[in-house]
């Protein structure tokens, strides 16, 4: 991996402006310091009017920066944020059978998510999850762990030497609705384990400029009021992000209804925990009623919609036009591997299809668009995760968090257009050359994949590339 | 493109067995003659042992057969049937913005199909949609052209020539549903054309050995009932098989009731023309009355699956298992591109997705599993262009359309794992080495794209391979 070091990146730039607004600079170039952070961001720039005008004012020194140009067709865009996505399960991405929640974590996720407590085991499954999600784009994850100390340890390792943003959260896991063999032995252990997954990231990243710790009572039914008790007041310390899932399956609204009889509904659950706060990540949020959506907002809790997971797994279709017309900040999670896709655009093209699902009910308002599912992975993700002023767009002042998009050379370039076989091999989606900058970005995000992202930066450091 | 010769496949062979049941072979050897036929399938096999066994008993000498050998994890699996797709509109796979059909088909389609009137520019696109196709596996598909006979016959000759099974049908459309610009001028004159391209298909493949032509009134809207009675009478006279769609939205359902007021149902509009019979292909299918189903299954009618396209342009879902469940024969379109995707395994993918929105309704039985998705895209899509006795599975006197699946190494085979990220450009889905074959066809099935068919045969020509 390469170090940190000035850039300059040069061609075309595409992010979110708003929520349904996409803005695209050509001729641009973006100026990154060797702390990772735009420091300018210039229109009608090349290299040459580069190093002739800002370069020099800026007093950088010729060899000491790099140069990072997008080529014809190319652009820059924010890295994705993945708000929900359970690393250990890496190695189960795709196997769910016709399972739906609460058979599913017994059947295949608690056996192997148990298993890495083998830590040459986790070596192997965190590596290539923090590689290959990476390689998808994903630039900052919010990851839930395991129990296990010394294998959440080094996914926070990993991360940081990798060169991920992260959030790593032990989970929290004491109830009986777990395996004998999976789950805290008691509430105060649960809470020493997850300070020393705490201490470990404060050693490693102090200021937790790329890793965070993530306090995370993995869902209600699997957690002892005594536990989430314990868990509000060490937010309340500590003032850490909390992340947890809530109300995504029905078979879990009536085991959360039995277990908390007296508490109003599944959000008040967590509220009266003191775990709904401004810094809280709800995954799914299928099937919430409105005085729970009241709830959320007022709280200014964030919510994950995690749609690959919650059609693979039958949970539901989470109400993402009424959550945005609320007001709430919502991202996109891929829930790997309740969702079997760990990539974000495979993410966001099913947030796509999902809302037209929705629509199917009556409500054409519901779908949502191209631009909007690209803010959810990006801007709304930053939002989520507390990263708004940091990541998510490229503007001076936040970090330079991206991915270079390239799609080969488009076929109508090419001589005669008969023997372009090998280029097929470079990216699954045809550009023809006629193409708008809109349909461009279409083409990528209903069929591109992680071909098509080049290159892939984190606060400023070059973490993937495609070999040529 | 490698000519046509006798070839020896070993190693590990998966089909479908029955609707819900794979069959998975090891160490097997599939014989193949010169015309493409499999002529012996062998289990305990390998090389050694076909030279010293059957080898010499059929007479095969030495230089004049060819050996292709799966690697260990790796398999040979039928080709993939996309029994619905239109090839002039690959340019615009993934452009469809919010719309729905009737409005998607003047924005989008028809001013790109009408485009293709340029020989030069079907050329380029057709020959990409070939390729591609092949990339992901379709070893046979049912293509609709546009109105051009030079064009659709040069669709006829690329597939012919690169290799691809495949029905060619010249877009019949002569109503004032089309634009001016776009349609034919009379009953009179689209049979004709039609006429034309069935000539010329006679011409380069008597036998249609590789490549047929299929009638194709587009739909019931866009032709005069002259027309359909003309077609009607046409597949009388040839034989020929037909395609079309049918019930696909609810404005197109308006539309039909307002344009034949006299006629009960849209199922009995085609049947009324006498389109409706063993050799038509009905797509999408999807808000079709008891009734309809019922006439379907008299006319003993097949029906194009397209779930990619039903949820991209939120045209509904199609209830698979109810017409499974009346005994209909289905198969699997790719509907490109009212379907965003060239690939029958994106096809296959959104077909479990949408099967589970469909369960969401309450009834868990319409569930599709992955073996039946499968049995769907290959011998459903068999019997869907009648040619169940020629492919879809590896029986002796079946030919030989295949594709070999491959992942790469899997990751726990090597040393370390660290230094892997080669590996991964090689496969999208990770194999850890742990999974059992069940497992590792899920992980196919969900993750997997072009990278993981590393070669195609049809008729036992290979026709696609991956470039190492």
């Known amino acids: 991996m390469s170090p940190t070091k000035k850039s300059l990146f040069l061609g075309s730039f595409v992010h979110c402006k708003s929520l349904d607004e996409l803005e695209t600079r050509h001729d641009a170039a973006v100026f990154v310091d060797e702390h990772g952070v735009i420091v300018a961001i210039e229109q009608d720039m090349d290299l040459q009017r580069a190093k002739d005008t800002l370069i020099p004012q800026m007093g950088w020194v010729e060899g000491e920066y ?85 294998a959440t340890n080094l996914l926070a390792d990993l991360c940081l030497s990798i060169g991920q943003r992260a959030f790593i959260g032990r989970c929290c896991m004491d109830s009986d609705m777990s395996p004998d063999t999976y789950r805290d032995e008691s509430p105060q252990q649960a809470i020493e384990a997850t300070k020393a997954t705490i201490s470990h990231i404060s050693s490693i990243d102090p200021s937790y400029s790329l890793v965070s710790p993530i306090l995370t009572p993995r869902f209600a039914p699997s957690c002892s009021s005594e536990l989430m008790t314990s868990l509000g007041a060490l937010h309340k310390e500590t003032d850490l992000p909390i992340q947890t899932h809530i109300s995504e399956n029905v078979g879990e609204l009536a085991l959360v209804k039995q277990l908390f009889p007296d508490i109003k509904d599944y959000t008040s659950v967590y509220d009266s925990f003191s775990l709904l706060t401004r810094k809280t990540i709800l995954a799914h949020a299928i099937h919430l009623s409105d005085d729970e959506i009241a709830l959320i907002k007022e709280r200014k809790a964030k919510i994950s919609h995690c749609p690959c997971s919650n059609s693979s797994i039958t949970s539901g279709t989470c109400k993402v036009r ?147």
């Open 66 to 150: 790099a140069v990072h140009m997008a080529k014809k067709g190319e652009f820059f865009f924010p890295g994705f944020i993945d708000t929900h996505i359970h690393a250990p399960q890496f190695p189960n991405a795709g196997i769910f059978g016709k399972s739906t929640l609460l058979d599913w974590l017994l059947k295949y996720t608690f056996p192997m998510e148990s298993s890495l407590a083998n830590l040459s085991k986790a070596q192997m499954v965190y590596n290539r999850c923090v590689k290959r999600t990476l390689s998808h784009g994903t630039t900052t994850a919010s990851y839930y762990a395991t129990i296990h100390v010394p």
């Open 322 to 468: 009424q959550l945005l017309d609320n007001g709430i900040d919502i991202g996109l999670g891929t829930d790997m591997s309740g969702g079997y896709s760990p990539s974000i655009l495979e993410a966001l093209r099913q947030a796509v299809l999902v809302s037209r699902h929705v629509a199917m009910g009556g409500d054409d308002n519901t779908k949502l668009s191209i631009e909007e599912v690209l803010y959810l992975a990006t801007r709304g993700g930053a939002k989520v995760v507390n990263l708004e002023d940091k990541i998510g767009g490229f503007d001076v002042g936040k970090e330079w968090d991206a991915q270079l998009i390239g799609f080969g050379a488009d076929i109508s370039d090419e001589e005669g257009a008969t023997d372009e076989i090998n280029q097929m091999d470079e990216s699954p989606v045809d550009m023809f050359g006629w193409e708008t900058w809109d349909d461009r970005i279409a083409k990528w995000v209903y069929n591109g994949d992680d071909r098509n992202t080049l290159a892939v930066w984190v606060k400023g450091r070059l973490v993937h590339e495609i070999r040529k």
